[in-house]
């Protein structure tokens, strides 16, 4: 079964600043798309950023970017000038051949002015 | 606004009230989902509609019952729950159902907040 794995509880970066989010997964599957998920306090969830497993690539949205490194299994995601707004938790999610997404349990991010 | 409403946003019920959720999407999409989100746990997916058919019900107790009348309603039926099930419930949707490889993306209501006593 495909398992993600959000290893930060809880960060914090300074208003302006950049910071990094892990997420690693497990799967035996080649084909399968990546996704990071936003939770404001507001609790709607929002699409941040999705990157296909067969694009080298690196997808990226404005100010939120991915390092995805396929070998590794790794899909960390990158937020530069990181604003007030950004303070939510974020989830990173797996979706392959059977359709289901399957979530990580999410790092809480705060922004400090 | 992702175009995905549920009501209430905040339920307190006692365990041996029948409450129902309501979950509305203005997408025009074919797929709707039930997800559970307990504190520090991943998101768990509860059910699946397709087209209006169950596709998916992930070992959820029938002290939940889903109900999909058309595409754009899905209703979460609860009864005798347990404090336990006290979680925040979200219903998401998706142009299709995402069995197959595409880049379909889900789209989240703001939840409702279940307290059981």
């Known amino acids: 079964a495909q398992t993600v794995t959000q290893s930060q509880p809880e960060m914090s970066v300074q208003e302006a600043e950049t910071v990094t989010l892990s997420c690693t997964y497990d799967?035996?599957?080649?084909?399968?798309?990546l996704f990071w998920y936003k939770q404001p306090p507001s609790r709607q969830m929002i699409l941040v950023i999705r990157?296909?497993?067969?694009?080298?690539q690196n997808a990226t949205e404005n100010r939120f970017s991915v390092n995805f490194q396929k070998a590794a299994k790794s899909f960390s995601l990158k937020i530069s000038d990181s604003q007030l707004g950004d303070a939510a938790m974020y989830f990173c999610?797996?979706?392959?051949?059977?359709?289901?997404?399957?979530f990580g349990k999410g790092t809480k991010l705060s922004v400090k002015p | 606004e992702t175009g995905v409403t549920q009501t209430p946003r905040h339920l307190v019920m006692g365990m041996t009230n029948k409450k129902s959720l309501k979950c509305e999407q203005h997408l025009g999409h074919n797929a709707m989902y039930w997800y559970k989100q307990s504190a520090k746990k991943p998101l768990e997916l509860m059910f699946v509609y397709n087209f209006k058919e169950q596709t998916e019900n992930n070992s959820v107790p029938s002290r939940f019952s889903p109900e999909c009348p058309n595409s754009s309603h899905l209703f979460l039926h609860l009864h005798t729950l347990q404090p336990e099930d006290s979680a925040l419930y979200l219903c998401?949707?998706?142009?299709?159902?995402?069995?197959?490889?595409?880049?379909?993306?889900?789209?989240f209501g703001p939840g409702t907040r279940l307290t059981v006593l």
């Open positions: 998401a949707s998706s142009p299709h159902y995402q069995g197959a490889l595409s880049t379909d993306t889900q789209y």
């Open positions: 799967t035996s599957e080649s084909d399968y798309y």
């Open positions: 999610a797996y979706r392959g051949s059977q359709g289901n997404l399957i």
């Open positions: 990157q296909e497993a067969y694009k080298q």
